[in-house]
């Protein structure tokens, strides 16, 4: 019966992922013990589902007894989703770091030993820093289940199974690809900025050695590092839900539209800080490369520069704009997915 594999679905897409099959077979059992005690003599009845799920009582509820998740921080109802963003943000972190480190070894002819010292201090510290986003991000996300397990809002009134949102077809679930390369790149990139904004610029290789013109003034980009930490948490929290909800939903489509608009707001006022970039790169470039200062290709450079800023804001403006329309088009297409609804067809007998 499709109320019933609903339900199971929804009492079982709350739990840990290694417990959900066992659990799916003892309550399908369960249910069908109870529908047979119902009506031993007839086939049940929808009318018979409903009362059944309704003295389960709500999905949340059951699950909630399944899990005994009250002595959790993280319950195990989020704790794949937790691991599975720990395991990014710290890959993210060392991928960046020890990219920034190896660069940096085959630029200079610095001493080794200090620069492995700079780059296990760094690492610790950025580890530590991201297991601590990420953990109060999914804290937060935890007591906010909680709160309406606990019977607050809608959980407040009586429920009807006939109100349990559909199972999931293929074109309605979230593939976690998209998520995990968001928080790489997110976590990486501001990494990056923040511990080696000299590597980012144009890189010129002249007579045998390897010069580095940097887009950013370093003092200014390391005054913007609140605001860098705050991007990365903002970017962990708007992917991490995508990873716990799994699947498409108007709720979940608002919430990625608010957190892309929020993102690139900040991201645009820090970018349109004219004191943020390098107020001599067109001098360290000229300096650092054998294009002649009254070439054509100069010209270019000095004309494009003062307005870079601008050029950066406008791409993250269209970038979040296509962003959208792409997640609003997805959403759209899993409201009508291909295959049809299956039909209700009485449970059979064991």
């Known amino acids: 019966m499709e109320l019933v594999d609903r339900y199971i679905h929804a009492v079982t897409a709350r739990l840990p992922e290694a417990q959900r099959e066992d659990i799916k077979r003892e309550l399908q059992s369960l249910i069908e013990d109870m529908l047979e005690e119902r009506s031993p003599e007839s086939p049940p009845t929808v009318e018979d589902a409903e009362s059944v799920l309704q003295e389960l009582g709500h999905p949340s509820e059951l699950a909630a007894k399944y899990r005994g998740y009250e002595r959790y921080l993280i319950g195990p109802g989020l704790i794949d989703a937790y691991w599975t963003t720990l395991k990014i943000v ?18 200079t002819d610095a001493g080794t030993l200090d620069s492995i010292m700079s780059f296990l201090a760094s690492l610790v510290s950025s580890v530590a820093q991201g297991f601590l986003w990420v953990t109060l991000i999914f804290v937060c996300v935890e ?112 919430f990625h539209i608010a957190m892309t608009v929020l993102i690139t707001t900040l991201a645009c006022l820090m970018l349109a800080d004219d004191a943020l970039w390098n107020p001599t790169f067109i001098a360290d470039l000229a300096a650092a490369s054998p294009l002649p200062s009254d070439g054509e290709g100069f ?8 307005r870079l800023n601008g050029l950066l804001v406008n791409v993250l403006l269209v970038y979040a704009l296509v962003d959208i329309v792409l997640e609003f088009m997805a959403w759209f297409r899993s409201k009508t997915p291909s295959s049809a609804k299956a039909s209700q067809k009485p449970l059979p007998r064991p």
């Open 90 to 107: 710290t890959a993210a972190i060392v991928f960046s770091l020890a990219a920034a480190l190896a660069i940096d070894s085959f630029r």
């Open 143 to 254: 007591r906010s289940q909680r709160a309406k397990t606990a019977g607050s809002g809608r959980m407040k009134k009586a429920w009807k199974p006939s109100e349990l949102p559909p199972i999931p077809e293929a074109g309605q679930k979230v593939k976690k690809s998209g998520p995990i390369f968001g928080i790489f790149f997110a976590v990486a990139a501001i990494m990056l900025a923040l511990f080696s904004p000299d590597l980012i610029g144009v890189w010129r290789i002249h007579d045998g050695s390897t010069a580095s013109v940097p887009f950013f003034e370093s003092d200014v980009i390391r005054h913007y590092a609140p605001l860098l930490c705050g991007l990365a948490a903002l970017a962990i929290l708007k992917e991490s839900v995508r990873l716990i909800a799994q699947r498409r939903s108007g709720r979940l489509l608002a």
């Open 299 to 306: 010209d270019t450079l000095v004309s494009v520069w003062p």
